[in-house]
Structures are given as C-alpha cells and as structure tokens.
C-alpha cells in the first residue's frame, strides 16, 4: 500500500514514516508539512491511502480532504486530529473522509487502522465507532439531503453486516459468498446511496432510517 503522510511537525512524520516503512506491504511515497505541498505531491505520486493532519498551515485538512475526493476519488483518506466528538467526525465525513484516527493513538492502533484499510474503504477506532453510532442512532440526522433508496434483500444483509464492522470477506463466510460478490454488493450501494464511501453509507443508513442499529451495539461497554 502506497501512502502519503501530511502534518505540520516533522517529528510526527519521521515517526510515522519510521514506523510504516517497517510493515510489510507497506511505503511512504511522501511527506509533506503544509496543504500546498500535500496537493503538488499527490500529483506526482501515485498513493492509495493519505494520512492527513486536519490543522496545517495554509490550506487546512478539511479542504484538502475536500479537493482529493474531488480530484482523486480512488485515494482513501484518513485525518488525524485530536478532536473525537461525534459532530466533528460527521463533518469528515461530509467532506468525504474514510475515516478518522486521534493522534494520540499507539502503534498498534495505527497498525491495525492500515491493516484494515488495506482491504477496506473506511476506519474508525471501536471506541470512537460505537459513539459515533450511538449519535446517529439519538437523533435525526439532516447532515445529507435524504433520497430514496431501495435496496434488495442480499443488499440489506450486506448492509447489516458492514454496520456491525464486519470486512467484505467477513461478510461473505456469513453469508456463504465470495468476497468478490459482496465488494459487488457493496459498489451496488454506493451508487444508490450516492456514497463518496462506505462510512457515508452507513451514516445515511441510518439516518434515513433505511436500517436499524443492532441493539447489541447500543448497549454500554467498557
């Protein structure tokens, strides 16, 4: 996975970069320290994954979060910010974020954030995720113009699945399909949801009242 690495402190990114380029399947491509050099890299560097500090000089994450999803949708970003309230990562995800990770996480949470977005579109902690969930599921959420969704059958089960965390192949040993057919299922939402990515899918999800929140999920937990 080709990675691209945005923040303002050159410690943070040698640290970073030190890390990463020690997992295999893994390379930074690039760094950067402001949203002007961030913008003029990703055009000379083919990235999968952009890890972007939401605070820069210049051009903040947000806006660069923005102008990627416009520029190059196939690029999954992810912001690392110490702000964590629920209202703060729904405007991520407004602006087309696949995710949010705090920077004051440990290794072994970066590591396993890559792991997972290797494979998948979308990340957030489980502590983080399971607030964010309970947010959505206590109030009418406006953030997206509501539209008309009909889903199919298979589609509401891949649905239910993917709220509960489960990965696409996760998913398909639940429902005895191949991978390939529920990243199909999956592609198929997008579309109908007009999702940017499978966290704004979700949010609208839910929001819209398309699908209901497990109730294990909604349970407190240490």
């Not at 930074?28 to 050099?37: C, I, P, R, S, Y």
């Not at 605070?55 to 912001?79: A, M, Q, Y």
């Amino acid at each position: 996975m080709k990675i691209g690495l945005v923040d303002d402190h050159q410690v943070v990114l040698d640290g970073l970069k030190a890390l990463i380029d020690s997992l295999p399947g893994f390379e930074v491509l690039f760094t950067a320290t402001d949203g002007e050099a961030a913008l003029e890299k990703l055009g000379t560097h083919e990235v999968n994954l952009l890890l972007l500090d939401l605070e820069l000089p210049g051009e903040n994450g947000d806006i660069i979060c923005e102008t990627v999803r416009k520029t190059s949708p196939w690029i999954k970003v992810v912001i690392l910010s110490m702000h964590h309230d629920e209202r703060f990562i729904l405007h991520l995800i407004k602006k087309g974020a696949n995710g949010y990770l705090s920077k004051s996480s440990g290794s072994q949470e970066l590591i396993k954030a890559l792991t997972h977005l290797k494979e998948n579109d979308y990340y957030l902690p489980d502590k983080v995720g399971l607030a964010f969930i309970k947010h959505l599921n206590s109030r009418d959420i406006h953030a997206f113009e509501a539209k008309k969704v009909n889903l199919s059958e298979r589609e509401l089960e891949v649905l239910e699945w993917t709220i509960r965390g489960l990965t696409a192949k996760e998913t398909g040993e639940k429902l005895f399909v191949s991978k390939r057919t529920i990243d199909a299922h999956r592609k198929s939402m997008l579309e109908k949801f007009d999702a940017n990515n499978t966290i704004e899918m979700v949010v609208k999800a839910i929001g819209w009242k398309i699908i209901k929140i497990p109730p294990e999920m909604l349970l407190d937990r240490p």
